[in-house]
């Protein structure tokens, strides 16, 4: 597990990839702390250490990057950690157009494509 406070080439992601899903790294986005937590199998390990770090839970949101693919499919919102019916997602997705648009802007600033 990796939390990147910083930034890290595409390159770097791409080497995360192949070494456990081989296309694909789980991430997990503090949308507030701006800050990504990558590289474990599951999303629920990265959502641990950032609430151990001092993250809080309403600002954590998972999904996967494709370091290989371009436009939609770089990232898929897609995660367990994701159904909050208290805060208005019911299901695995990022229901929230606006919470979309931050991890997006997020993961453009952290990953060095």
């Known amino acids: 597990m990796k939390v990147i406070y910083e930034s890290i080439s595409v390159d770097e992601l791409k080497e995360l990839a192949a070494n456990c899903y081989g296309d694909m790294v789980k991430a997990v986005a503090d949308i507030d702390r701006r800050v990504i937590a990558i590289d474990a199998e599951l999303h629920a390990d990265l959502e641990h250490k950032l609430l151990n770090e001092g993250s809080s839970q309403e ?3 998972g999904y996967n990057i494709y370091p290989e693919a371009d ?3 770089y990232i898929e919102f897609d995660s367990l950690i994701n159904i909050r019916p208290r805060q208005g997602n019911r299901s695995r997705d990022v229901e ?6 931050a991890i997006i ?3 453009d600033e952290r990953i060095r494509r």
């Not at 929230?96 to 648009?101: A, C």
């Open 59 to 61: 600002s954590l949101w």
């Open 71 to 73: 436009g939609e499919d």
């Open 96 to 101: 929230d157009q606006n919470i979309r648009k």
């Open 105 to 107: 802007s997020l993961t």
